[in-house]
């Protein structure tokens, strides 16, 4: 029988996503998600975007120091991949870019890790057949980008084709789908209530495993087992700042709730989950472990 996998991913970025310039929360929530992993003997994937490793290299090694694994997360945090939605700004960048994009990103982060990244998730989950197209050549074996919540239709692990990355082909590169609990009905337009973001801390664990129960009974009747592949930020996990945030010509005021219960209440709420999915039978991998079908 295949095993229940669950990957753990983090998002290494900015403050509140592309929102801000800062890394104040990254600086106090990693060392968090660090301990909260060893406390419960669970190894993760970090997906670091160039910016942030340059900015914070020490906090980059006690990642690879503590065994889990580098990823990457393009350069800025910039839109490689196809749009799912609208967001004033976050234009994608030309599909004739991505790959050195993607090469300039992964030479940074390697050259700060001292670990060539294998892994890598787009920002936002907006990912496109030209960049696993571009992943493939540059050697990576694991893309944690697909928003099931969005495209739902591939619910474990696959090989993705060249021709279109949201079907299954040929290409060595796994393609690991983001959960969503597709045994509930969408009310959003693109399917983000189907998410798990940001449950874990905007409600409890138990939200959180109300939907893995939901999910995981979706799998069983289609002959499956539940893969379960999540991503948050360090900046999660640090107190946020309310209404509006200045940056250079402007300001943004972020909603509600990207920033409700960031702190100490989001990395209790991680511990506890965590141990309710151990619990659960699913067992905690690297997204490069990940086992396709």
């Not at 976050?90 to 991505?98: D, G, I, Q, R, S």
């Not at 493939?136 to 239709?153: I, V």
């Not at 993705?160 to 009905?185: H, Q, T, V, Y």
């Amino acid at each position: 029988m295949k095993k229940k996998q669950a990957v753990l991913g983090f998002d290494m970025e900015t403050d509140i996503g592309s929102w801000t310039s800062m890394y104040h929360g990254f600086k106090i929530g990693t060392p968090k998600i660090l301990s909260i992993l060893k406390k419960n003997d669970i190894s993760a994937t970090f997906f670091f975007t160039a910016d942030a490793a340059k900015n914070n290299p020490d906090l980059v090694k006690a990642v690879r120091d503590a065994g889990h694994e580098i990823g990457c997360h393009t350069l800025f945090h910039e839109t490689i991949g196809d749009a799912l939605f609208e967001i004033p700004g976050m234009m994608p960048v030309l599909p004739e870019e991505v790959v050195h994009r993607i090469e300039l990103a992964t030479e940074i982060v390697t050259e700060i890790s001292g670990v060539h990244p294998t892994s890598f998730r787009c920002p936002r989950l907006w990912g496109s057949t030209a960049v696993v197209n571009a992943l493939e050549r540059l050697g990576y074996k694991a893309d944690a980008t697909y928003p099931m919540y969005y495209y739902r239709k591939q619910t474990t692990p696959y090989h993705p084709s060249k021709d279109n990355w949201l079907e299954k082909g040929d290409l060595k590169i796994m393609e690991l789908p983001n959960f969503a609990d597709l045994s509930m009905e969408s009310h959003d337009p693109y399917g983000r209530d189907l998410d798990q973001w940001p449950l874990w801390r905007t409600e409890n664990a138990e939200a959180v495993m109300t939907h893995i129960n939901g999910y995981s009974k979706y799998c069983a009747e289609r002959g499956e087992e539940p893969f379960i592949c999540f991503y948050m930020h360090p900046w999660e996990f640090a107190p946020m700042p309310a209404g509006l945030i200045h940056s250079g010509e402007g300001a943004v005021l972020p909603d509600p709730f990207i920033i409700k219960n960031c702190g100490d209440y989001a990395a209790r709420e991680l511990d506890r989950l965590v141990k309710m999915m151990k619990d659960s039978g699913l067992e905690f991998c690297q997204a490069c472990q990940a086992i396709a079908e």
